[in-house]
């Protein structure tokens, strides 16, 4: 049985990797197309820079965070005047986990959005259809597999983050101590070797889960774009 702190944890993890990918979904996506289908002056920069916090480590990403968007930030000093703050708070931690998850998702988005045919798109567009029709009756559907999978590796990926949490959100019980900081956490403190053994086990099957959620959803998206059952 988990105990009240590591059930608090366990919850607060989910909530953060929920709203985190809920939030990037949207500009996940536009940059994934943007990359796919826009060719221009400086693309491998911008392409860098979006996968930029897969080679960085977490703290470096952490501390970037904490000097963008903390009360004296670029962004932050203006997000205070309307008393949005996002360092020590779960909505900064969600801002973390985002960040680190969000190349995962354009990558695999991106992917897909490249494997489609443009000969369908442009078909499309010679029966009439605008682009924006275009993009959510063709190019969405058809890129649904690679959707699917970029969202359930970035809810795997933010739902492990540390580094970057630790340092933009700190280590508040309740608070900001997701799954991954209360385990830190455990194995910290002497006598709860077993407690961290629970998260740890918790930390590999929720992954597990999400890896192969993913396969299957994009498995049974594929299958239905070809008129077949799953």
């Given at each position: 049985?988990?105990?009240a702190?590591?059930?608090?944890?366990?919850?607060?993890?989910?909530?953060?990797?929920?709203?985190?990918?809920?939030?990037?979904?949207?500009?996940?996506?536009?940059?994934?197309?943007?990359?796919?289908?826009?060719?221009?002056?400086?693309k491998?920069?911008?392409?860098?820079?979006?996968?930029?916090?897969?080679?960085?480590?977490?703290?470096?990403?952490?501390?970037?965070?904490?000097?963008?968007?903390?009360?004296?930030?670029?962004?932050?000093?203006?997000?205070?005047?309307?008393?949005?703050?996002?360092?020590?708070?779960?909505?900064?931690?969600?801002?973390?986990?985002?960040?680190?998850?969000?190349?995962?998702?354009?990558?695999?988005?991106?992917?897909?959005?490249?494997?489609?045919?443009?000969?369908?798109?442009?078909?499309?567009?010679?029966?009439?259809?605008?682009?924006?029709?275009?993009?959510?009756?063709?190019?969405?559907?058809?890129?649904?597999?690679?959707?699917?999978?970029?969202?359930?590796?970035?809810?795997?990926?933010a739902?492990?983050?540390?580094?970057?949490?630790?340092?933009f959100a700190?280590?508040?019980?309740?608070?900001?101590?997701?799954?991954?900081?209360?385990?830190?956490?455990?194995?910290?403190?002497?006598?709860?070797?077993?407690?961290?053994?629970?998260?740890?086990?918790?930390?590999?099957?929720?992954?597990?889960?999400?890896?192969?959620?993913?396969?299957?959803?994009?498995?049974?998206?594929?299958?239905?774009?070809?008129?077949?059952?799953?």
């Amino acid at each position: 049985m988990l105990s009240a702190l590591e059930w608090e944890a366990l919850s607060l993890s989910l909530k953060v990797a929920c709203v985190a990918v809920g939030f990037s979904l949207i500009p996940g996506f536009a940059a994934a197309w943007w990359l796919a289908r826009r060719e221009f002056r400086g693309k491998a920069l911008v392409d860098g820079l979006l996968h930029l916090p897969l080679v960085l480590p977490p703290v470096v990403v952490g501390y970037l965070l904490l000097v963008t968007f903390g009360r004296n930030g670029v962004i932050g000093q203006w997000l205070a005047k309307i008393d949005i703050v996002l360092p020590f708070t779960w909505q900064g931690a969600a801002v973390a986990a985002a960040v680190m998850a969000f190349p995962l998702m354009v990558r695999a988005m991106r992917l897909s959005l490249e494997a489609i045919d443009p000969g369908l798109e442009a078909a499309a567009r010679t029966l009439g259809a605008n682009p924006l029709r275009v993009l959510f009756t063709v190019t969405m559907p058809l890129a649904l597999p690679g959707i699917l999978t970029g969202g359930m590796l970035a809810f795997a990926r933010a739902l492990s983050e540390f580094g970057a949490t630790i340092t933009f959100a700190a280590n508040i019980p309740g608070e900001t101590r997701t799954l991954p900081l209360a385990l830190y956490t455990l194995i910290q403190t002497p006598g709860e070797e077993g407690a961290a053994a629970r998260l740890c086990l918790i930390a590999v099957v929720i992954a597990m889960l999400s890896l192969l959620s993913s396969e299957w959803l994009a498995r049974r998206a594929r299958l239905r774009m070809e008129g077949r059952d799953a």
